[in-house]
């Protein structure tokens, strides 16, 4: 007897939803508009009813459904309290116990970027593996570590919250979360912006980079894949403070595969290979052999690694 499951990945402006077989089939995918309004009071029926909506269409009884996974962003404990979710609106709320009382299934929750952790882990970059860091660069920096195919979430569900290490203790402007120097605020899509910014300031060096008028991340690999001194130089300051975080994380959880993914990763193999260098350069020996991957599932992730909590 075939039986199903749902992935959901709450996100600011739409929920993505995925209709899974248990052997990890994708059957179906769809969005859904997120309600932030009164508080995102509306966000977990409207899944309810989505889910309702999907198993009267398939003709699947509830009995055959093995739960839903649903991956949110804010911290969530074991015991399905989210910490509340700024994007959200959202304060303390226990949403296993509350999407569970909407839709009579089992419901499991996990931060959104440990979830995409753990899909790509289950069916991406990671495959295969069972101790895995997931990096996400995007217009902030996240983490999923993964040991033993088991999320690292932490006493309060901070864990792996990798954007807010403190790298540089000289950093005079405050990182969105109150802190000073922290990762995301050099790594991120608008960090390595920032950087950049400081660096054109800074310097009469010729280079591309000056022709842009809102310069982006992707112009900054652009611009390095053809040569230019200045971009290339960028990158590899990228590379080294994100090679050098992510080797110090390596000694505590020795990962066989780092995955990158997020908007940023689409600058390739050029980002991988400045990663890994400087990786390599600081790492502990027994670290060394580590394998960098760039994610695979792309938005997808968050709908399979919440899947994955149901089953795994």
Not at 207 to 215: E, G, S
């Amino acid at each position: 007897m075939k039986k199903y499951g749902f992935g959901v990945d709450v996100g600011g402006t739409t929920v993505k939803m995925g209709f899974f077989e248990t052997s990890g089939e994708l059957l179906d995918k769809w969005e859904i508009k997120t309600d932030t309004s009164d508080n995102g009071k509306a966000v977990l029926p409207d899944i309810a009813q989505a889910i309702d909506n999907k198993l009267a269409q398939e003709g699947i009884s509830k009995s055959d459904v093995e739960g839903v996974g649903i991956g949110v962003p804010g911290p969530v404990r074991s015991d399905g309290v989210v910490n509340g979710c700024v994007n959200l609106g959202w304060g303390v709320i226990n949403v296993a116990e509350e999407l569970g009382a909407q839709t009579g299934l089992k419901v499991k929750v996990g931060n959104d970027a440990n979830v995409a952790g753990l899909g790509e882990m289950w069916q991406g970059g990671g495959k295969g593996s069972k101790d895995v860091i997931m990096v996400t660069l995007g217009t902030g920096v996240g983490g999923g570590i993964i040991v033993d195919g088991h999320v690292v979430a932490g006493y309060n569900g901070a864990g792996g919250e990798i954007g807010h290490i403190t790298v540089n203790h000289d950093e005079i402007e405050p990182c969105n979360c109150g802190q000073y120097g922290c990762l995301e605020q050099y790594t991120s899509a608008t960090g390595i912006v920032r950087m950049a910014k400081r660096k054109l300031a800074k310097t009469q060096d010729a280079t591309k980079l000056r022709d842009y008028k809102d310069i982006t991340a992707k112009d900054i690999f652009d611009v390095a894949k053809e040569g230019d001194e200045v971009a290339l130089g960028l990158v590899d300051e990228v590379g080294e403070i994100l090679g050098s975080t992510l080797s110090n994380i390596a000694c505590v959880t020795n990962p066989e595969v780092i995955v990158i993914g997020g908007g940023v990763s689409k600058a390739g193999q050029i980002l991988i290979d400045t990663i890994q260098k400087h990786f390599k350069e600081s790492c502990f020996h027994a670290c060394r052999d580590t394998r960098f991957e760039l994610a695979q599932l792309g938005n997808d992730a968050g709908i399979y690694g919440a899947m994955q909590l149901i089953i795994g």
